[in-house]
T-cell receptor, first 118, second 113 residues
């Protein structure tokens, strides 16, 4: 039973290019969460998606960042016109239950994508 | 608002020695508290969590943590370290009823032979 799969593992982009990060949730999970870990900081929530719906994007930067989780295929985190400050580890998590923070809630995390902007 | 502080970004212990990883939190509402572990080239894996009830929580691989409200702490311990425990450990807090976990900066545990 494969876990949460993220690719690529490492991504290098030059300033101004676009970055696309992919996340395939665990089998049977339809709830996906993206977190970002900036250098010397803890992981921070960015966005919560269900199939074809953005449920909560309160942690997403207002510009250049977008996320989707189509009916078919992986969830995509897209960063347009990357800047050096976007360099970070981006983690995806999935859960089988709606993200309500209940006592049975459990998030399964991927191994992350390390984005480096030159 | 919630926050998490992990004291010590790197901790080294000898094999067989006690493991103690410190975590202090701040929360204006009753918190849910978590410890996650990340082994090299793997995703974060849930070690244990505290939601309500018993304050001493037992997790996988012999780890346990105690929720101390008066000290706003949730330190992770293991009586005897094993080489396979070498990994990065993250403490996280979530206000009850939300999936917006707040993570600490992580503690990298090194186990010396």
């Amino acid at each position: 039973n494969a876990g949460v799969m993220q690719n690529p593992r490492h991504l290098v982009r030059r300033r101004g290019q676009e970055a696309r990060l992919r996340c395939s949730p665990m089998k049977g999970h339809s709830h996906v969460y993206w977190y970002r870990q900036l250098p010397e900081e803890g992981l921070k929530f960015m966005v919560y998606l269900q199939k074809e719906n953005i449920i909560d994007e309160s942690g997403m930067p207002k510009e250049r960042f977008s996320a989707e989780f189509p009916k078919e295929g992986p969830s995509i985190l897209r960063i347009q016109q990357v800047v050096r400050g976007d360099s970070a580890a981006y983690f995806c998590a999935s859960s089988p239950l709606p993200g309500q923070g209940g006592i049975n809630e459990k998030l399964f995390f991927g191994s992350g994508t390390q984005l480096s902007v030159l | 608002a919630q926050s998490v502080t992990q004291l010590g970004s790197h901790v080294s212990v000898s094999e067989g020695a006690l493991v103690l990883l410190r975590c202090n939190y701040s929360s204006s509402v009753p918190p849910y508290l978590f410890w996650y572990v990340q082994y090299p080239n793997q995703g974060l894996q849930l070690l244990l969590k505290y939601t309500t009830g018993a304050t001493l929580v037992k997790g996988i691989n012999g780890f346990e943590a105690e929720f101390k409200k008066s000290e706003t702490s949730f330190h992770l311990t293991k009586p005897s370290a094993h080489m396979s425990d070498a990994a990065e450990y993250f403490c996280a807090v979530s206000a009850s009823g939300t999936y917006k976990y707040i993570f600490g900066t992580g503690t990298r545990l090194k186990v010396l032979a």
